[in-house]
């Protein structure tokens, strides 16, 4: 059986992390985020680690939660959906609080949740025909998890849009809001990426790690433990909402979901 | 005679004007310049004759941030010592960031480290185009802590996470797309590009522009508060202490990698 | 009905349109419009069916802000009377900040001062190219107070810093730029892209939405209960200064306020 989750480190000390259910979109099950959050804890205690290359096998880079995942633990008791949802903000919370940087390396897509390991990424490098989206709303469910640190990075004026509307957006569009650091033509991730990585290893491996350190202490949301702690519940709750039920049972059909109508034109508005 | 590090000077209009004046190590700055800076800003903020403070420099290059000598020096220092020299250089960037008068700062050549905290701080920034700032101080084995709270109102906390992180070169285009900057204009044309933001400020109620400039403040959280102020003086303090910052201010000043570059990268499999 | 100042209509689907209707006097707001607009918003608010709101504006202008003759008949009023005043215009941006569902605002034309606020305190702002907009109080001894929360929290420090204290005009292009607009698009193309903005909001499930913009505001919200208010107070206090008054009579006059010096 191949693994879902691959980790490598090279002799300079930068780890790559491959996100590995393609069949599923590399999207995140109770297994998959019990094993991520194990190997970020490793991760973290190892010495000599410089930096952290998050990536996605296969087609894209990740599609956030598995939708069956999210609509089974919503239906649990409250206080067992709650104690899973907290293990699902605990990757955010590693990725972020991992002691060196992590660069994002993003190809396809990233939705849903997918965006929130970008968000939560330090440094975001996409190819330009990546697309974005934050699609909860559009299952039924509430963008959450990603709050802490989506905010901070894009600002809520365009949270506001992206999260209400659900759209898709370019490479190019996330990079002018923020989501995005980095955008480079088809092909040309990995040479972008070395550079990027070079330019890292020439910095004091302490005085980077203070400055992530840093960085942390002056975000308004990170260690504000309340935004945590409110983005879990909201996002437990979401997922025991009716319509989490009906959003994951239109996914699994093929069909739209019931709130979605019919065109509207333009003269009805 | 001691050159005077900042020159001062006020006009008819009431534009008060501070001159960085170190050009020879291109306005880079020390103790001296940063106290002289800080006394400048406060008083142009008492003289009522001053309605708006612009900073600009003498030389090729804006502002190169601290001067390394200066670094080197105290890096062998006492604890007591850094904390202070930590002390003085996040307060004097909460002065100018605090200013509650208007404040312009002209850019040219080049801004990198502590000068772009001097930018951050800014109200409006006009910089000269091919301009090339960096948030230089890891690559110097720093922390670029007494900087960071004014960058992140500027720029945002994303770009200062990347920039300060990297310490990567980006041009005045960029600086101008992320906040940095507000206009950028040909080489050689700062002093007829700052006249309509003049004309501008000059012609707001003098009374309404120092309301409005603490609105901004009370608005966006801008103001670096004394918990904040103090983790980052502790933590500044003892990186410029550090095995690291010596080797990364030895290794810059010799042209030379430092020790922690990966050795034999060429042949590494991997990459 | 059209000599209301706010026209509202429930429309298919659950969206509800607001109207501004004052096109003679650019959409500005006296009191009867503050009221006007907050009643709306509270029923709107109130509404269980209602999934979206879009705002939009009569005639040329989208809004160019507080009606300068009342703001400077404040000064007429007792000292309580100009407070109360303030405290309704804050009231009204504050509601229309956290109402609990969606809300589009559709900027066709110029939007001054506390026109601006309502594009800030909107989620979703499309304008037309053409649209102009300043954070203009600082030219006429006023500031920018009650509208600063949302307008700095939108636009960020470094654009707050720039066009609070200039008062330039600036263009679509740029207030797109700083985060002002979400989209700027041809005049000829403003409504299509309202309206597909609008089915994208319709496409997700209505208490998810709800409960996102929640859990933005909540998390994200970095202005303090107490500044709000306190901005009242200083509208309040700076449009009675002598300064203020000579910079609206001058406005009114068409001629330099005395602190500008003449060339």
């Known amino acids: 059986m191949t693994k879902t989750i691959d980790i490598e480190q090279d002799r300079r000390g930068i780890a790559t992390l491959t996100i590995n259910r393609r069949g599923k979109l590399n999207s995140f099950d109770e297994a998959q985020v019990n094993l991520f959050n194990d190997k970020l804890a490793t991760l973290h205690s190892q010495d000599g680690l410089r930096a952290l290359v998050l990536q996605g096998a296969g087609k894209l880079f990740c599609a956030g939660a598995d939708l069956i995942y999210l609509r089974d633990k919503g239906a649990e008791p409250w206080e067992k959906n709650l104690a899973d949802a907290k293990k699902y903000a605990a990757m955010m919370t590693q990725l972020r609080k991992l002691k060196v940087p992590v660069i994002a390396k993003v190809h396809g897509g990233a939705y849903g949740g997918g965006v929130g390991m970008v968000a939560a990424s330090d440094i975001v490098i996409s190819e330009s025909t990546s697309s974005f989206a934050i699609t909860e709303g559009r299952y039924g469910f509430t963008a959450s998890i990603m709050m802490p640190y989506l905010l901070p990075r894009i600002g809520t004026r365009q949270a506001r849009r992206w999260c209400l509307t659900s759209e898709q957006m370019s490479a190019k569009r996330a990079f002018s809001i923020g989501l995005v650091d980095l955008v480079v033509d088809v092909g040309c991730l990995d040479v972008a990426l070395e550079k990027l990585l070079d330019g890292l290893l020439h910095n004091g491996p302490t005085s980077v790690m203070e400055t992530k350190l840093a960085m942390n202490y002056l975000s308004y949301s990170i260690h504000n433990h309340t935004a945590v702690k409110k983005s879990v519940i909201a996002f437990a709750k979401g997922r025991a909402m009716k319509s989490a039920a009906e959003g994951a049972a239109s996914f699994i059909e093929s069909r739209k979901p019931r709130w979605a109508l019919p065109a509207i034109s333009l003269k009805e508005i | ?271 | 009905m059209s000599d209301q100042a706010v026209l509202f209509e429930r429309k298919t689907a659950g969206i509800a349109v607001v109207t501004l209707n004052r096109p003679n006097v650019h959409n500005a707001f006296n009191d009867v419009m503050i009221a006007q607009l907050t009643n709306c918003l509270n029923e709107i608010a109130t509404d269980e069916k209602i999934r979206v709101m879009l705002l939009q504006s009569k005639g040329k202008s989208f809004s160019s802000g507080a009606d300068l003759n009342w703001m400077r008949a404040a000064v007429d009023n007792s000292a309580d009377q100009n407070v109360e005043d303030a405290k309704k215009l804050a009231g009204l941006f504050h509601r229309l900040d956290t109402m609990p569902i969606p809300t589009v605002v559709r900027v066709q034309g110029p939007a001054f001062a506390g026109g601006l606020g309502l594009v800030a305190c909107c989620d979703i702002a499309l304008g037309a190219k053409g649209a102009k907009f300043a954070v203009a109080e600082v030219k006429l001894g006023l500031i920018p107070a009650v509208i600063s929360p949302y307008l700095a929290q939108a636009i960020g420090a470094s654009a707050a810093r720039q066009f609070f204290q200039t008062a330039e005009v600036f263009g679509a292009n740029k207030a797109k730029q700083i985060g002002l607009l979400h989209e700027a698009v041809d005049s000829a193309h403003l409504d299509s892209t309202v309206t597909k903005v609008i089915k994208s909001i319709l496409g997700n499930a209505q208490g998810a939405n709800r409960a996102c913009k929640k859990l933005i505001y909540e998390i994200g919200s970095q202005v303090s209960e107490e500044f709000r208010a306190d901005t009242a107070r200083q509208i309040a206090s700076i449009r009675s200064t002598v300064e203020a008054q000579e910079g609206m009579s001058a406005f009114f006059e068409r001629r330099h306020p005395q602190w500008v010096e003449e060339k």
């Open chain 2, 1 to 271: 005679m001691a050159e005077q590090e900042v020159l001062l000077s006020i006009d008819a209009r009431g534009i008060g004007t501070i001159t960085i004046n170190r050009p020879q190590v291109y306005n880079a700055y020390n103790a001296d310049l940063l106290e002289a800076l800080g006394q400048a800003i406060e008083a142009f903020v008492d003289d009522k004759h001053v309605r708006i403070i612009q900073i600009r420099s003498n030389g090729k290059l804006f502002q190169a941030g601290a001067d390394i000598n200066w670094l080197k020096a105290n890096s062998s220092n006492s604890l007591e010592v850094n904390r202070s020299i930590s002390e003085l250089t996040t307060n004097t960037f909460k002065t100018l960031n605090e200013c509650s008068k208007p404040l312009v700062v002209l850019v040219q050549g080049g801004c990198f480290g502590g000068g772009v905290g001097i930018v951050a701080a800014a109200d409006i920034v006009i910089s000269e185009e091919g301009v090339e700032f960096a948030i230089t101080e890891v690559r110097w084995g720093l922390v670029a802590g007494p900087i960071l709270t004014q960058l992140v109102s500027a720029i945002g906390l994303q770009n200062t996470r990347r920039f300060s992180l990297t310490a990567e070169l980006f041009d005045a285009n960029r600086a101008l797309e992320i906040g940095l900057i507000h206009h950028v204009c040909p080489v050689g044309g700062l002093d007829k590009a700052v006249l309509p933001v003049f004309e501008l400020l000059l012609r707001a109620g003098p009374n309404a522009l120092n309301a409005t400039k603490q609105l901004i403040f009370d608005a966006t959280g801008t103001s670096l508060d004394d918990k904040t102020a103090h983790w980052i003086i502790n933590q500044n303090a003892s990186q410029r202490q550090s095995s690291e910052a010596s080797e990364g201010l030895a290794s810059f000043v010799e042209r030379r990698k430092p020790s922690w570059y990966p050795r034999g990268k060429e042949n590494d499999q991997n990459y």
